[in-house]
């Protein structure tokens, strides 16, 4: 199949890249999205979303008129939904933006035209919600158009490379339909495209999350185990993965962002009858933020009117994102049982905190504090230089989440040191 001109709903961080990445393929693309300030950033050459390489990226496309950014749809040879798919009430998928822009679709539908749904979605989206909304046109899905499910699944930092060198699978509702999602991504994609169909697709992008989901929530677990045995749990893990068969990931303050912690739900929601594993990983994940709160109190007593320093409050490592964030409701809890917040998060300086406060460097935001209490691993964090530290701040206590800092160093320059997985507090 050829494709001239391709659609893109939803200009976030999926599908502003996929857009950018089509159109500096040569590809005409349009790219929609129903939220103006979107738009107005991008017609002013701003972006919305940070993500490394790629406001170049886009700048060049815009500007070469391969990509043009509208708030409608336009007639297409394909059209692909890069919509989120948030939760509504307790942990349902919210799959009101992938309907509506099926629905904003159905008008310029035509025969021989493929969609694509990437938003991740519960098993049987796209056969049991896309096809009827699609329907609506009077085309027979899989006959007059074709319709196919493929997940992104690139990691946020990393995402131009990712989207290009990465697996990509396609998931047809019959194999017309995933033999034509396979020849649009090969325009720009390298890994290897594998052809299956859309409810494999949809469950292999879930089981993906899940699975990560699952081997952080055991990782937690064995924090918790090793402060009850007395033993480091970064050492132990670092040991057991030495083992060929085995990769423990890491335990930390909690699961956020917008995947990790999400996507099992999914699962939860469609067969709670067949979940009891996902359903208790999520909630050891969820309830990392209460432990790392109650330990601060172990070390501080009573948190009324005490200082704390939070260094680091995205959803993980060198992002900007701060979505679903355990770090923001850490500072939330902590707040709420009175002790006085100052957060420095070096990606988003401007946060607009709504419990606590914003510094604007790290030692505004540790000069005067009872404790420093690190919750994201920054590069800019691991890098600093601790005497510096020590001469910045008036407190000599630390709860490190996430390992970041050598202990024994610390403890030289005068610090006590907690950290997460070594200690019973
Ligand atoms: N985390 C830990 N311990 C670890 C690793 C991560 O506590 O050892 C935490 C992070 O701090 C963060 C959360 O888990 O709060 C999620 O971070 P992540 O790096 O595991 O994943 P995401 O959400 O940034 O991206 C994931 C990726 N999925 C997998 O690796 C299976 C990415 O490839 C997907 O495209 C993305 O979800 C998505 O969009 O679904």
Redesign the pocket.
Known sequence: MNFEKISILGLGY?GLPTASMFAYHGVQVYGMDVNPKVLEALNQGRLHIHEPGLLEFVHNVINNGKLVVNDFVCPSDAFIIAVPTPFYGEKLADLSYVKNAAEAIVPHLKKGNLVVLES?SPPLTTQNILVPILEKSGLKAGEDFLLAYSP?????GQILR?LVENARVIGGINSESAQAGKDLYKIFVKGEIITTTAATAEMV?IM??T??DVN?AI?NEFSRLSERFGVDVWEAIKIANLHPRVNI????P????????V?PWFFVESAPDLTKLILAARQVNDSQPDFVVNQVEKILGNLQNKKIAVLGLA???DVDDLRE??AIDIVTKLSKLGAFVTAFEPFKLDFDLKYGQMAQNLGDAIKETDLILVLVAHSEFKNIDLVKLKNLSNTNVIYDAVNIWDKPKLEDLGFQIFKLGVSEL
Do not use: F, W
């Open positions: 999926i991740t992104e699944r690139v990691l946020p990712e992008k993906e999350n699975y990560r952080i990782a990931l890491n335990p930390g909690g699961v956020g962002g917008h995947c990790i912690s996507d959803y993980k490592p964030s355990p």
